[in-house]
Structure formats: structure tokens, C-alpha cells
């Protein structure tokens, strides 16, 4: 990449414009006149991009953007790239300046214990160790190859082998329950699962080898299983009658074909993995993204806005990149983007505060301090979590000087849900004390559907605390308001209007791209709808206000409302249910289910434990509701579609005949009651 050893402390963002100024003969007044030359002629932004970060390619592309509608937009046909073709490159420089590629902890190691360490060489001999493996297991370009691991190295090493041979990766987390995970895997039909024995997380153990048992018989696809010795005690499960291969086997070669192995040279937009994004109704949509569209996405917006660089061209201590995230989570793919600018990936796996219990099954107190000793141990440079993460810090009132040596974190960076004013002057304040009075909050939002981000970060730009800075190189963004007008200073639809190269390929198994099409584009006819309220300020700003649509946010994961309602509504008792999440800029997640039970049950303390027991077991703990309340009805349309929407606007504060049209209605005398509900629910 060009200049970032000469120039180390200089942001990211001005390297690119001076070379565009050197090489293009381009120069810009302003950041805005930037972005809108980068939206306006997306043949020389995105080429500006691929010369920049010297992305390599054995064929010539014909044209940066071959057709240009949405969905269905062509990028640099011809090119052949792999993304451990971006990650490898780095591997002897890094190793010769002492950078390591990836350095971890997890809840035990971090009380005493060395981290682990992974060498850039290291990280390649295990890639290629282990894609020699999946290739004699049959494993060809297109297979899926799926994963139901931890936040731990392992995942990033089965992550980059997969790929690298052109298979399509797909993680789960395991704190997901196993009808989460189905529903996701089944609809991809992996040939190989990567699993772990357990997890570490609150301070207590968790086996998970029952539900590895239960995924590999209800998949009948996977001919071959990998189980990670996460706990250290897979030897001892032999006699499960699982049969399976020990990853650690699987990673150890070292032989010439392993030192000779090269990733494959692929077409731009070969699927590189499938993640998953909920709607309100149907099974998880399973996004397939390309190589090229992720790698170049990436690079513009880990280096530009993220204001990373390479550990071996950045500074005394070398780059060092953390994101706190599941493997569940988009941010998990996001952490690995570090590697492919050669920046040291920090990665901890477990609880990052909140409540954990002891062996006893004893409650302990919140320990919101974790994470930030982590970084102070990682030395890292970038701190990124979920907004609700800075959150939960400020409310817990924590002192980040008795949090060990954290001057060298420069950037704290944010995203899932809103950042409030009020936690960003906490982190502000926090770290001036600590000597870092010109902290940089680097707030994004994006997300799952293309991989990336739509606002972020310019180190040269004004902080305003509660506003992210501008929107992102690339990327068309506006506001629309009902008329599907751009708007300034108010708030509207987020969309995007043409577009960027790490936009969804396709859903799995969509016919007709049907489901995407009703994803993205229902709204407006070519134009990418994305699910958020936003706001763009006169300056550049942008604030986003929460979802507009009824989608489940909880601390930056996004689950279904279809797939809560098979939970809840799988219990004999509840005839009916709607959930609907009340995040909004900057608030608490707060999360109410309305169930219909039926005659005769109450909705005592058993019950509501038998609710929350189900969404947490065929769900995750994270989409427990805060609470739960019976009702006599769920507000319905005419057809027969639950009102979560209209029922979510109310209960923001909009006025009821603004949110509902009561003759599109089957049951409009219910809503007497979700009015009143609003109403108790107004000052709090």
C-alpha cells in the first residue's frame, strides 16, 4: 500500500488523497466533495481503490463496473483474486518486523495466563495444513463448509483454509441453540462441520459435544466432522459414537506440500461465505457474498475510515485491532478484515462484563473492567465493542485508570445500535484522564447484508459526540422521507442509490432472487432500502435512530421476529405472540413480548420462566425479553399479519392514527390496550 511506512502518523484518508493528487491528479476541497466524486463516477473510485492497495490478479479485468443496476451489478470482470491471496501477502514482512498475525484470551487465560500467539508463518502453515485436509476429504470449489465455533484462533485458521480452496464458509455461534443453528445450516447443505467440544463464558464451562451430536444427525449433507479441543477434554468423549477428526491433527502438518501450498486464483465474485440476516418472516436469509466485492469493501473501510494500518508500517508497537464480537455476528467477519491490510487481530472469547455465576450457580457482580484489561494486556491500538458495550461501562461507573496501561489505544470504535451522547463524553472524558485527550471515536453503522459499513469514521473530520462523521466513501447513502425524496436534517428512510461492490451475490437457494429482491427492494425499485432510520446533518453528520422495520436488534445482533414466534409459539400454552424491539438512538435495548395464552393459563413466574427458557435455548440468552405481558389479542391486518411495526412506532411515540389505519384491521378493538401500554410506558 502506498506511503504508510514513510508516513505512519498521518491518517489513513490523506495517504489516499495525496495519492490520488500524485497519481490522479485529483485534489478536493472538502471531505464532501470527496465522497461525492467517489458516488458519482464509481468506475475511477473503486479502479482508485484496487491500484491503491496493489490488489493483485493474474487476468486482467475488463471494466470496473460491467452493468450497473440493482441488484445484479457486475464488478471487475475478468479479475481473479482470493482473499488468503491478500492475507498471505503480508506474511514476511509483518513476521520480519516481530508483528504477530493473531494474539488471544479467554475468560480463564486472561487471569494469569500468557495469550495465545499465532505467527504470520504460523498462520500460514495451519491455513494450508488444514486445506490439504478438506481437499482429501473431497471438499472442490462451492462446497459448504460450516462452522459452529467460538471467538478463538481456530475459527479465523478453518475460516481462511476453507476459503482459500474456494469452499464457502458459514459460522455459527455456540451460544445459539441448535434450532437457530439448523435453520441456518440446513438451507446450505454443508459438506464438512467444524464444531467445538464447549465454551468457556460467565465464568463456567459449557459442553456442547450433545449439540454437535445433534447438528451432525440432522445434517445429513456433512460427510466429515472436525471437533476443536476447546475445553481440553475431547479425549475423554470418545465414546460418544460421534466419529470425528481432532482439528488439532488436522493443522499439523508441515511437509513441502504444505510449504508449496498457494490459494486458488478465483473469479471476483465467487461466494465466499454465507452469514445471515433476519426478517419478520421466514427462515434466516443466507447472504452469499463474493471474494473480491468483501476484500476491496474492506480495505476502503478498515484503512480509510477505520484509520488502520499495517502492524509492521505503523508504529513502534505495530497495529494492533480489536473488535469484541461473536462469531455470530457480522463484526466477527469485520475483526478479520485486520488481516487483510497485515494489522495484528487481538481476539477474547467470553463474557465482556456482564453478569456471570459461579460453580455454585451463584450470581456474581458485573465486572465491566474485563475487556478494557484485555486491551491493556493486548496493547491495542484500535478498541472497538457494541455501542451497549460503552454503555454498560458508564452506567457501572468504572475507573479505566484501574484498568492497567491503556495509552495506546488511539481509536474506540462503535457500532450495532446508536452510541448516546452521554456514553461517548463518558469514553471522552475517561481517557483524557488517562492522558488521551484526543481520543477518535470511530461510530459506524452498516451491517450484515453487505458486509460492511454505510456511515463511519474520518479522522479529519470534526467530533460531534452522538453523530458518526460522515457517510462512507462509496456508498450512496441518503435519507428519504414517505415521498421518497432526499431529506437534510431529518429523519428518513436510509437508502442506497447505486451500487457497491460487496453487495450480496445472492441468497442461497433463492429462486428467482425473489426473496432478495423483497429484501432490499421492495420499497423502491432499484434502489437498496436497508432497514434504518437515519439523519444527515448540513454538516455531513449522520445519526441513526434505530430500525425502521420490525427486524430484533440486541446489541447489534439482529435475530427475526419469525424465528422468536417458532420458539414461543412451539409451547402449548400460547396461542399467539409479538415482540417488538424498542431501541432507539441511543436508549436501552428494551424488548417487550404480548402472548396469548391459552383459557385458563396465567402468566405467573413459571410461565414466563418456560417462555424465556424456550427463546433462550432454541434462540440465544441474548433474545430474552425484558419483559413479558398477556394480552388478550395481537393486533392483525386484514390478512392475517401481525401489526409488529405500527405496535413498534407506537409504543416510540407516535400518535396512533399516524402508525395504524384501523379499516386495514381484522381486530382493531385490541388496540385499546397497547395504547394504554404506551402511554404507562412514556416517562420511563
Same mark, same amino acid.
Given at each position: 500500500m502506498a506511503s504508510q511506512s514513510t508516513a505512519p502518523f498521518i491518517p489513513q484518508i490523506r495517504l489516499y488523497q495525496n495519492w490520488l493528487q500524485q497519481r490522479r491528479g485529483l485534489s478536493f476541497d472538502s471531505y464532501d466533495d470527496l465522497w461525492r466524486w467517489s458516488i458519482t463516477d464509481l468506475d475511477a473510485f473503486w479502479q482508485s481503490i484496487w491500484d491503491y492497495f496493489e490488489l493483485r490478479s493474474p487476468t486482467p479485468h475488463s471494466a470496473v463496473l460491467a452493468t450497473s443496476h440493482m441488484p445484479g451489478a457486475t464488478w471487475f470482470a475478468g479479475a481473479q483474486v482470493n482473499y488468503v491471496n491478500q492475507v498471505f501477502r503480508h506474511v514476511d514482512a509483518a513476521h520480519a518486523a516481530g508483528c504477530a498475525a493473531v494474539i488471544s484470551h479467554n475468560e480463564k487465560t486472561l487471569a494469569g495466563a500468557d495469550p495465545r500467539t499465532l505467527s504470520w508463518p504460523e498462520l500460514r502453515r495451519q491455513v494450508a495444513s488444514l486445506a490439504l485436509h478438506l481437499r482429501a476429504q473431497g471438499v472442490v470449489p462451492g462446497d459448504r463448509v460450516a462452522a459452529y465455533l467460538p471467538n478463538i484462533p481456530e475459527a479465523l485458521v478453518a475460516f481462511l483454509a476453507t476459503v482459500s480452496i474456494g469452499a464457502v464458509w458459514s459460522v455459527c455461534a455456540p451460544d445459539m441453540g441448535s434450532n437457530a443453528v439448523l435453520d441456518r445450516f440446513k438451507q446450505i447443505e454443508p459438506k464438512i462441520l467444524i464444531a467445538c467440544d464447549g465454551v468457556t463464558y460467565g465464568g463456567r464451562e459449557q459442553d456442547r459435544l450433545a449439540v454437535v451430536a445433534e447438528l451432525r444427525k440432522a445434517l445429513p449433507t456433512v460427510q466429515h466432522l472436525l471437533v476443536v479441543d476447546n475445553l481440553g477434554g475431547l479425549a475423554a468423549s470418545a465414546g460418544r459414537n460421534m466419529p470425528f477428526t481432532n482439528f488439532a491433527s488436522a493443522v499439523a502438518r508441515d511437509d513441502d506440500a504444505c510449504g508449496s501450498f498457494e490459494p486458488l486464483w478465483l473469479p471476483f465474485d465467487h461466494p465466499l461465505w454465507i452469514v445471515y440476516s433476519s426478517g419478520t418472516t421466514g427462515l434466516p436469509k443466507p447472504i452469499v457474498h463474493g471474494h473480491g466485492g468483501a476484500v476491496i469493501v474492506a480495505l476502503a473501510l478498515i484503512s480509510l475510515h477505520n484509520d488502520l494500518g499495517s502492524s509492521y508500517a505503523s508504529n513502534s508497537i505495530g497495529e494492533r485491532y480489536h473488535w469484541y464480537s461473536s462469531t455470530g455476528w457480522i463484526m466477527w467477519n469485520a475483526q478479520g478484515y485486520g488481516l487483510l491490510l497485515g494489522t495484528t487481530c487481538c481476539l477474547f472469547d467470553g463474557n465482556p462484563g456482564g453478569e456471570t455465576v459461579d460453580a455454585a450457580g451463584n450470581k456474581q457482580t458485573p465486572d465491566w473492567t474485563t475487556l478494557w484489561r484485555f486491551a491493556s494486556d493486548m496493547r491495542v491500538t484500535f478498541f472497538g465493542a457494541g455501542a451497549a458495550f460503552f454503555a454498560s461501562?458508564?452506567?457501572?461507573?468504572?475507573?479505566?485508570?484501574?484498568?492497567?496501561?491503556?495509552?495506546?489505544?488511539?481509536?474506540?470504535?462503535?457500532?450495532?445500535?446508536?452510541?448516546?451522547?452521554?456514553?461517548?463524553?463518558?469514553?471522552?472524558?475517561?481517557?483524557?484522564?488517562?492522558?488521551?485527550?484526543?481520543?477518535?471515536?470511530?461510530?459506524? $453503522?452498516?451491517?450484515?447484508?453487505?458486509?460492511?459499513?454505510?456511515?463511519?469514521?474520518?479522522?479529519?473530520?470534526?467530533?460531534?459526540?452522538?453523530?458518526?462523521?460522515?457517510?462512507?466513501?462509496?456508498?450512496?447513502?441518503?435519507?428519504?422521507?414517505?415521498?421518497?425524496?432526499?431529506?437534510?436534517?431529518?429523519?428518513?428512510?436510509?437508502?442506497?442509490?447505486?451500487?457497491?461492490? $460487496?453487495?450480496p451475490l445472492y441468497f442461497w437457494g433463492d429462486a428467482g432472487n425473489q426473496r432478495?429482491?423483497?429484501?432490499?427492494?421492495?420499497?423502491?425499485?432499484?434502489?437498496?432500502?436497508?432497514?434504518?432510520?437515519?439523519?444527515?446533518?448540513?454538516?455531513?453528520?449522520?445519526?441513526?435512530?434505530?430500525?425502521?422495520?420490525?427486524?430484533?436488534?440486541?446489541?447489534?445482533?439482529?435475530?427475526?421476529?419469525?424465528?422468536?414466534?417458532?420458539?414461543?409459539?412451539?409451547?402449548?400454552?400460547?396461542?399467539?405472540?409479538?415482540?417488538?424491539?424498542?431501541?432507539?438512538?441511543?436508549?436501552? $435495548?428494551?424488548?417487550?413480548?404480548?402472548?396469548?395464552?391459552?383459557?385458563?393459563?396465567?402468566?405467573?413466574?413459571?410461565m414466563r420462566g418456560k417462555l424465556n427458557n424456550a427463546?433462550?435455548?432454541?434462540?440465544?440468552?441474548?433474545?430474552?425479553?425484558?419483559?413479558?405481558?398477556?394480552?388478550?389479542?395481537?393486533?392483525?391486518?386484514?390478512?392475517?399479519?401481525?401489526?409488529?411495526?405500527?405496535?413498534?412506532k407506537l409504543l416510540l411515540g407516535q400518535p396512533l392514527d399516524k402508525v395504524v389505519n384501523r379499516e386495514a384491521m381484522a381486530n382493531p378493538g385490541c388496540l385499546d390496550w397497547y395504547v394504554q401500554f404506551a402511554k404507562s410506558r412514556a416517562n420511563v
Open positions: 461501562c458508564m452506567k457501572a461507573q468504572i475507573n479505566l485508570a484501574a484498568c492497567g496501561d491503556l495509552s495506546h489505544v488511539r481509536a474506540l470504535g462503535t457500532t450495532g445500535s446508536p452510541l448516546s451522547e452521554e456514553a461517548q463524553a463518558w469514553g471522552t472524558a475517561q481517557m483524557a484522564l488517562l492522558g488521551r485527550p484526543d481520543i477518535w471515536w470511530c461510530n459506524m $453503522s452498516g451491517g450484515t447484508d453487505f458486509a460492511g459499513a454505510f456511515i463511519g469514521g474520518n479522522r479529519e473530520l470534526p467530533l460531534v459526540p452522538g453523530e458518526m462523521q460522515c457517510r462512507l466513501l462509496g456508498c450512496a447513502v441518503e435519507a428519504w422521507d414517505e415521498q421518497g425524496q432526499a431529506v437534510i436534517d431529518a429523519v428518513g428512510e436510509l437508502v442506497c442509490t447505486r451500487p457497491i461492490p $460487496s453487495m432478495y429482491l423483497s429484501s432490499y427492494f421492495d420499497m423502491y425499485a432499484g434502489v437498496w432500502r436497508h432497514g434504518d432510520w437515519l439523519k444527515i446533518g448540513a454538516n455531513g453528520g449522520c445519526i441513526i435512530y434505530g430500525r425502521s422495520d420490525a427486524t430484533i436488534n440486541r446489541h447489534g445482533l439482529r435475530m427475526g421476529t419469525s424465528e422468536l414466534y417458532r420458539a414461543v409459539e412451539a409451547l402449548p400454552e400460547v396461542l399467539d405472540s409479538m415482540v417488538v424491539d424498542l431501541e432507539y438512538l441511543g436508549r436501552d $435495548s428494551y424488548m417487550p413480548l404480548f402472548v396469548v395464552l391459552r383459557e385458563g393459563v396465567l402468566l405467573d413466574d413459571a427463546i433462550r435455548y432454541a434462540l440465544s440468552p441474548r433474545f430474552v425479553p425484558n419483559a413479558v405481558f398477556q394480552v388478550a389479542e395481537v393486533p392483525r391486518t386484514l390478512s392475517g399479519k401481525k401489526q409488529e411495526l405500527p405496535i413498534k
